[in-house]
């Protein structure tokens, strides 16, 4: 019901930023919760952060080890939701994907997943 593309992935040094973007197909994106997720090499995938679908408010969560670096924003008029990544670590490097909710956010019951894109952070 909905498709999810994702953008943004790269090599960046350590203290670097990046930013994520997933675009969504269909003309119920404003009815989704969004999140991301991320897996690194050997290590099993890890919810990152989420944020609901109200235009307004702060109901978002956000990983420990991510909190304060990372914010997660979406824009509904464009069908997309954002992951800014800032002062970004070699431990952040991992396959980040991006997750679809119907209704309020939770880790299960996942709708829809992104492809995933590769963030390397290396010196």
């Known amino acids: 019901q909905v498709q999810l593309a994702e953008s943004g992935g790269g090599l960046v040094q350590p203290g670097g930023s990046l930013r994520l973007s997933c675009a969504a197909s269909?003309?119920?994106?404003?009815?989704?919760?969004m999140g991301w997720f991320r897996q690194a090499p050997g290590k099993e995938r890890e919810f990152v952060t989420a944020v609901n679908a109200g235009w307004t408010g702060d109901n978002r969560y956000y990983a420990d080890s991510v909190k304060g670096r990372f914010t997660i924003f979406r824009d509904n008029a464009k069908n997309t939701v954002y992951l800014q990544m800032n002062s970004l670590k070699p431990e952040d490097t991992a396959v980040y994907y991006c997750a679809a909710r119907w209704g309020r956010w939770s880790e299960v019951d996942i709708d829809s997943w992104g492809q995933g894109t590769q963030v390397t952070v290396s010196s």
């Open positions: 269909g003309r119920t994106f404003s009815d989704y919760a």
